[in-house]
């Protein structure tokens, strides 16, 4: 999987599509939770595609910078196609949009909110839990840090 980083105002619109689509495919159908996706923060961040070798966008994650959601940099919207799980697209782009943010904000932890049955999953790349889970939309949800003197 090839992984491309670029700020919101540098996608084009059907870059801007395949990201949308696969997050609503994913966190919507898929999970059948009705929220909006479209949430304020996506003209903000960076956004990652990563594309399979045919170019199909497999997976999509955004970092939010410090200060937009929360006082540190954020990961958010990890999603891969249902058809290229099992390949470890997921750990892939968690991978890289963790090295992005630290090339970004060196020094600063992260801060993510994720789907509670995930947390052993972004446990293994240093994240713990920082307080009690929260529903979110429907959702079990906890909030999670890497901080950077691990």
């Known amino acids: 999987m090839i992984i491309v980083w670029s700020p919101f105002a540098e996608l084009s619109a059907a870059e801007l599509c395949r990201i949308l689509r696969l997050r609503q495919e994913v966190f919507v ?3 059948r939770c009705a929220y909006l996706d479209a949430d304020g923060y996506d003209e903000a961040s960076l956004h990652a595609m990563g594309r399979d070798q045919d170019g199909q966008v497999t997976a999509v994650a955004r970092l939010l910078p410090p200060g937009c959601k929360f006082d540190l940099p954020s990961i958010g919207r990890i999603a891969v196609a249902q058809n290229a799980r099992r390949f470890g697209h997921g750990r892939t ?24 049955y995930l947390e ?3 446990g ?9 889970p929260f529903d979110e939309d429907g959702i079990p949800h906890l909030a999670m840090i890497r901080r950077t003197d691990r």
Do not use: C, K, M, N
């Not at 890289?96 to 909110?113: K, M, N, Q, V």
């Not at 293994?124 to 009690?132: A, K, L, S």
């Open 29 to 31: 159908v898929e999970q």
């Open 93 to 116: 782009i968690l991978a890289d949009a963790i090295a992005e943010a630290g090339r970004r904000y060196p020094d600063s932890s992260i801060r993510i909110e994720a789907q509670a």
């Open 120 to 122: 052993r999953f972004y």
């Open 124 to 132: 293994t790349f240093g994240f713990i839990r920082t307080g009690q």
